[in-house]
């Protein structure tokens, strides 16, 4: 089957009928019909290189060491995801990723001490995830993301397949629990981020990411105090921004 044979494209209707017709197929599985049979040589996978990124990633480099992988650095990551980027990197290894940064002329004008994070988190994100991101996946028909629906109540409905505009967004960790990643992890012997030993259950930028306490979501520690839940690459059409 090829992604040829449904009219995918800005049709919500079409994405849930792949997620139907792919709802008992395992991530793995899941994967590799995306990248070598549906989305074949126009899909990446987006990758954060966080708490539980080694999954999907090791999932990738069993299939195709050459896949491109869009790493997002914003330029206020911890030390400690960039160095299990470089890591995963050279164990796995992969051959494609792609780091891509924020646009340096847009962040002197919007935030010339780094302190948007503070006053504009929405416009932080906006600036140094989603617009550059925008512009990382220009020419690709889809893309893979690494959201779970028990990460946090926003995403307890997150479906196999969506569509952004023009473009498909995958999730093949959809319906995994945190046990059966914590299993996988066991399986495949594959080493946990740095910080996940400290409490970081979900790790994004130093500034807006906490610990998380026993009992609380995978996602509390992110922008913790404020009603904001989401960088903004899940929540919009990611070329908006994309001309910052």
């Not at 987006?46 to 990633?57: I, M, Q, T, W, Y």
């Not at 195709?64 to 911890?78: E, G, N, R, S, Y």
Request: glycine residues 6%; contains cysteine.
């Amino acid at each position: 089957m090829s992604a040829h044979d449904i009219a995918l494209f800005g049709d919500q209707d079409a994405a849930a009928r792949l997620a139907a017709k792919f709802s008992g197929t395992d991530a793995p599985e899941l994967m590799r019909l995306a990248i070598k049979d549906l989305f074949s040589g126009r899909i990446a996978l987006v990758s954060s290189f966080g708490a539980d990124s080694v999954v999907l990633l090791h999932m990738a480099s069993e299939i195709d060491k050459a896949l491109p992988i869009v790493f997002i650095d914003t330029l206020h990551l911890f030390p400690e995801t960039l160095a299990n980027r470089d890591a995963l990197v050279a164990r796995l290894g992969l051959t494609n990723v792609k780091t891509t940064e924020p646009d340096k002329k847009a962040l002197a004008e919007a935030d010339p001490e780094n302190f948007l994070w503070a006053t504009d988190p929405d416009r932080c994100c906006e600036l140094r995830k989603v617009a550059p991101l925008a512009k990382a996946l220009e020419g690709y028909d889809a893309w893979i993301t690494g959201r779970k629906r028990f990460q946090a109540a926003t995403r307890t409905a997150l479906p196999l397949f969506e569509t952004e505009a023009e473009r498909v967004k995958i999730n093949p960790l959809a319906g995994w629990t945190q046990e059966r990643i914590e299993a996988y992890f066991k399986e495949h012997d594959l080493p946990p981020h740095p910080l996940v030993a400290k409490g970081f259950l979900s790790i994004g930028c130093i500034p807006c990411t906490s610990p998380v306490q026993p009992g609380e979501d995978a996602r509390a520690g992110r922008w913790r105090g404020r009603a904001k839940t989401e960088c903004g690459i899940h929540v919009q059409p990611l070329d908006a921004g994309s001309d910052i």
